[in-house]
């Protein structure tokens, strides 16, 4: 097993301790003392940090390679980052992955959002609350505003985007081969939920878009903080950072880094969504065999 990777996984379960409300469980005398953990449990979490990525000098990058992938949430395995949906009768520690982005958005514990993957246009939360909610007046609102008069909220229609209509992710990472270790890497760069636009959220047709994007190192404390649930051992929850860093999710590339400025896979394959998914698991095995033909001589 490869150290990194063992790190990765020894720290994801070592701070793992509680699991959505459901710590002390079997020592609760009563149901109110469900969730109630001891001070030196309290002392750890406190005190846990996701673990940090290792400095990478340039040179010791012997090669790199940009991809973008879609997370598509109509998969199994990809659930964890979905669901749940429906909070109402729900701890308030087990969230979905789009629901602690925006609520770190909300609460300024994530700042740097931007508008596309390359990081260039910095957004605030004022700039994306468009693309998260709709407000609209109806007729009878219209009525009391042509009249001079106050428009009474119930004719006020406001919707928002929840983690139901989220219908998948776009992430942004780099494989490099490390010389130094002699190992090829991934490091996630940034991830995108799309969903269809708030003002066509009842047409089928509307495809969905990039609703903003988050830079990855700078949510990573954020996404330690909440648990995802993966199904099996529901007393061994892994952090939402845990699971993207250690690429626990089915995801196809959809453009990659070329000579073409970055096109996508989309545009040189226009008719065959079969032929796409091909395209995209070549590009993948070029990835794989780079680190394999390092030691061909």
Known sequence: MKWNQFLIGFFGVLFTISSYGQSNILNAKTPDQI?????AEVNVERKAKPLQYGYVEDRDILWSKNVWETIDLDERVNFPLYYPIDTINIGSGRRALYDVLVGAIRSGKIKNIYADS???????????SAALSKVDTTDLGIEQYNAGEEIDPQFIDRRDL??????EYRIRGMWYFDKRQAELKYRLLGIAPMAPDVNFLDDEDMPPVELFWVWFPDAREVLFEHKAYTGGNNSQAVTFDHLLNSRR????????????????????????AFMRLLESERIKEQIRNFEQDMWNY
């Open 35 to 39: 969730g109630q953990v001891s001070n």
């Open 118 to 128: 390359y990081f260039t246009e910095k957004r605030t939360l004022q700039d994306i």
């Open 162 to 167: 929840s983690a139901a209509d989220i219908v």
């Open 249 to 272: 999710f089915n995801a196809v590339i959809y453009k990659d880094e070329n000579v073409q400025g970055d096109r996508s896979v989309d545009d040189y394959i226009t008719e065959s």
